[in-house]
């Protein structure tokens, strides 16, 4: 079975972001850079079935700037057999259907049987890139999975709904399937598995430039930042006296 | 500027190219990898245990062990024909670093990868390795070393244990003590003397007849970690057990804590950018005068100094790293002496091993007692965390060899170098004494950023050879025993080493670095330099009133007042700057 999982390194979440005036992405000088949260959940599932099956091929992939790299050798480091690196500096202008595109690009003649993405990724948030992939590959998908088992002829997964309602679906290959938080347990990566994803093929293809984007962002900017909120504790008659007490601070009574 | 690998002690009287010292930021991909993997481990499995293993629940360590094993946490020292990484000291270091966040854990961790099993590592017949690395490198045994004793300790070649050979074994008898994992060992390398003479080391199984283990220790910190006596009562051990060569023990014994000693290093440091956590989000909590204590500038010079030190701690622990590293990359490692090797190179640098003990754990030091101090009367209690970090932080002071030994070590090495003719120390003393009698010329470069610190560093080695060179020609022989001399020389010269690596550091990385980044090391190398330069001015003046009087104590002094000048302009910014970072930042900000 050949299996592919596509990745996407995103800056680390507790940064201090910072939006240059006019610009429409952050400065990404002095941030730390790691996984896709959801991504590494992807990873963990790809390399337990490509260890459940021997003869089975374990491709990950990512489209973005030179620093991504990093974070194909740590997922070479969980497990994956080689790397592919869609290189564009400017991968961030790119809209979800042209990072699809340029993955289905790449991937179309080779044949995988299953591909796993993450339901999203923390930075953009569309939760477009995986679905979008299966349809430019006219093959099955399915998002936001909880759950999942290989099956004789195919897959069985379990969607996440609205209300925590659960969803069971059976599909066959092949197929793409897009992962939610807690679908396992992402392991990290062991010494000796670090050290052997050196000599693991990573394989650099060069993107042009996007044409003709469909979406294009106008702007950025950071939440407008709200006030802080004071929870008045005790008993009716404290909790009032406080509260008359802040009215009359803010001097908002008489 | 030469490009030459610095050699030991060279620092002294030779200037580096901030091209040629090894730094963090130079990471690969696979010791930031490796960092994740260890820190990503503290916290999900080791952290949860935390209280467990203060309350001695060495069941739990033990398990923590054979994880960090099976992370292949345990294996990176040991050659790969045992089944180890063999990787090289940066990402030892970088590992030791990020254990030490866990307090007593990580003093059974490094007893066990660093005293535990290096002797076998470096000194191990192939029969002794096969026989025992696999088992410690997977976490299924657990190493300890015995050195000290009742009766021995800073004099640790003084041991009265003692081994007698009977036929096809050795009989040991002795007492052991403070011996770290003690209580969990199953494997110990232990120092006796054959016949009372011959300082020798063995590799003892905690199942042979005759071991028994003491009970633990109580102690002020690190409360988790096991500390026992070992008592060997004829204990029976195979000839074939006997580790390195007869008679050359005291080799083992003091190679294994040169590594010991710049591994301590990474620890505190680590337990540094822990400690200050804590710090970090009381100050910003805690109200006082209607602003968060944090607001204050009292409290944000403590944050800038204690993260400007820490710096310098870093910088120094790294740079040392990839010197001994670049040396053993020349080796080859299939040679049958590769690791008689090594033993030479470390020797070599057995001065900045102990430099980086004393000057990194008396950084720790300064720094809990600061993160205790803005708890105000909360640090006093047992509930916060500033309490443990302040006892656990003790012991660092006193074993790997006490910081007075360790002090006494660095000039006593210097000078044997100069003896031996490996250090001009003599030729640049005298050249140094002569500049003194010439105006001075010196002033920095006006286009390097760092052109005023790099000056400050060259002037603090002006000062180390003046004073070096007066007390060898006031004293010569006598001066091994004039410790007070000797200190205040150690002094210099831990300060000096590192302000300059810190300095490096911050000249290497400025050219690529951010404008935010560009001032956060402009303004760290400035207060290193400040306050070390400082530092070490005070050292070499008590040493010269100590050695010297009348006139040449006067041009001394005069020496002195000239080489510490150094226009610290902007030093209040630059403290805030600090302090703005650490604070915004929730930690250590680089
Ligand atoms: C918790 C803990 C764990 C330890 N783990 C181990 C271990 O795993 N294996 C092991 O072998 N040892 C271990 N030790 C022992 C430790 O290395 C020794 O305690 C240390 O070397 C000091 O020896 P001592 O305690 O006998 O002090 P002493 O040598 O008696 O020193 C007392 C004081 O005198 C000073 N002093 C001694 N000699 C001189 C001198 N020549 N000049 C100037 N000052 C001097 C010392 O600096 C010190 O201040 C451990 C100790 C502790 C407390």
Not at chain 2, 133 to 139: D, F, V, Y
Not at chain 2, 209 to 221: D, F, H, N, R
Not at chain 2, 274 to 292: C, T, V, W
Request: aromatic share 8%; hydrophobic share 40%; proline share 4%.
């Amino acid at each position: 079975m050949k299996i592919l999982v596509c990745i996407k390194q995103v800056a680390d979440l507790e940064s201090r972001f910072v939006v240059p005036a006019g610009a429409t992405w952050f400065d990404e000088a002095d941030l730390s850079f790691r996984i896709n949260e959801y991504d590494e959940y992807a990873i963990e599932e790809a390399v337990r079935l490509k260890e459940s099956l021997p003869e089975s091929e374990l491709v990950v992939l990512t489209l973005g700037p030179p620093r991504a790299a990093e974070a194909l050798k740590k997922a070479l480091a969980m497990g994956a057999d080689r790397a592919i690196h869609l290189n564009d500096p400017k991968a961030q202008d790119r809209d979800s259907f042209s990072v699809a595109q340029a993955i289905a690009g790449a991937v179309k003649d080779q044949g995988f049987d299953l591909i796993f993405t993450g339901m999203q990724s923390q930075d953009r948030g569309s939760g477009q890139v995986g679905l979008l992939l299966s349809e430019l590959l006219g093959i099955n998908g399915v998002s936001c999975v909880v759950g999942f088992a290989k099956t004789e002829g195919g897959i069985q997964v379990e969607r996440e709904l609205d209300g925590g309602l659960r969803a069971e679906v059976a599909l066959g290959l092949p197929a793409l399937v897009t992962c939610q938080l807690g679908l396992n347990q992402p392991r990290y990566p062991t010494l000796p598995n670090i050290m052997k994803a050196k000599k693991k093929p990573l394989e650099t293809i060069e993107l042009g430039p996007q044409t003709a984007p469909r979406v294009k962002a106008q702007g950025l900017s950071l939440p407008p930042k709200r006030g802080a909120a004071e929870f008045i504790e005790g008993d009716n008659a404290t909790k009032v006296a406080k509260l008359v007490a802040i009215l009359k601070e803010k001097k908002l009574v008489g | 500027m030469e490009t030459k690998l610095l050699a030991g002690a060279e620092y002294l009287i030779r200037s580096s190219d901030p091209d040629s010292v090894f730094v963090p930021e130079d990471f690969t991909d696979e010791h930031k990898q490796i960092r994740d993997t260890t820190y990503d481990f503290v916290v999900a499995e080791v952290f949860p245990q935390l209280e467990a293993i203060d309350h001695q629940d060495f069941g739990k360590v033990k398990e923590l062990l054979a994880k960090a094993g099976e992370l292949g946490l345990l294996m990176t020292d040991t050659p790969e024909e045992y089944g180890g990484l063999d990787l090289d000291k940066v990402t030892s270091m970088v590992i030791a670093e990020n254990i030490a966040r866990t307090g007593s854990f990580s003093v059974s961790f490094t007893a066990h990868t660093g005293i535990g099993t290096l002797p076998l590592v470096y000194y191990g017949t192939a029969a002794q390795k096969e026989k025992y690395l696999g088992k410690l490198i997977t976490g299924e045994w657990v190493a300890a070393y015995c050195l000290t004793e009742p009766g021995s300790g800073s004099d640790a070649l003084d041991v009265a244990s003692t081994a007698t050979l009977e036929g096809d074994h050795y009989v040991l008898n002795g007492t052991k003590q403070f011996i770290t994992n003690g209580g969990i060992a199953d494997f110990f390398t232990v120092f006796v003397k054959i016949d009372k003479e011959q300082f020798t080391a063995f590799l003892v199984e905690r199942t042979f007849p005759g071991v028994t283990i003491g009970p633990e220790e109580k102690k002020l910190g690190i409360k988790g970690s096991s500390t026992t006596q070992v008592i060997l009562d004829n204990v029976k051990v195979p000839k074939d057990n006997l580790l390195g060569q007869i008679g050359k023990g005291h080799k083992i014994a003091f190679n294994i804590l040169n590594i010991g000693r710049m591994k301590l290093g990474a620890c505190v440091n680590g337990a540094a950018k822990q400690a200050i956590l804590p710090a970090i989000e009381y100050a910003k909590e805690r109200k006082q005068f209607g602003h968060p204590i944090a607001h204050f500038g009292a409290i944000q010079q403590k944050f800038a100094d204690s993260m400007a030190e820490l710096y310098a701690s870093e910088s120094l622990v790294y740079r040392l790293a990839g010197n001994l590293d670049q040396c053993f990359a020349g080796l080859d490692k299939k040679s049958p002496d590769h690791y008689a090797q090594q033993e030479a190179m470390l020797a070599d640098y057995s001065a900045e091993c102990a430099i980086a003990k004393v000057y990194c754990s008396e950084m720790l030091q300064r720094l809990v007692d600061e993160v205790l101090q803005i708890h105000g009367g909360y640090g006093f209690l047992q509930e916060y965390p500033a309490e443990r970090f302040y006892r656990d932080e003790r012991i660092n002071r006193i074993y790997e060899g006490t910081n007075e030994i360790n002090r006494l070590l660095v000039p006593g090495t210097i000078l044997k170098k100069a003896l031996k003719g490996q250090l001009p120390l003599q030729k640049k003393a005298l050249a140094a004494f002569e500049a003194l009698m010439s105006p001075s010329l010196e002033s920095p470069d006006p286009a390097d950023p760092f052109g005023p610190e790099k000056q400050a560093v060259e002037n603090a080695k002006q000062i180390f050879l003046i004073l070096a060179g007066a007390a060898v020609q006031k004293l010569m022989d006598r001066l091994q025993n004039e410790q007070e001399i000797l200190l205040c020389a150690a002094d210099v010269a831990i300060e000096l080493y590192a302000m300059e690596s810190a300095v490096l550091r911050a000249a290497k990385v400025y050219p690529k670095a951010s404008a935010a980044k560009k001032a956060l090391y402009k303004a760290l190398a400035q207060v290193v330099v400040f306050s070390s330069l400082e530092k070490l001015g005070t050292a070499a003046k008590q040493g010269a009133f100590y050695i010297e009087e009348g006139d040449t104590l006067n041009l001394i002094l005069g020496g002195i007042r000239r080489y510490t000048k150094y226009d610290a302009s902007g030093l209040l910014a630059a403290k805030r700057l600090i302090a703005k970072e650490t604070l915004e930042q929730g930690k250590y900000p680089l």
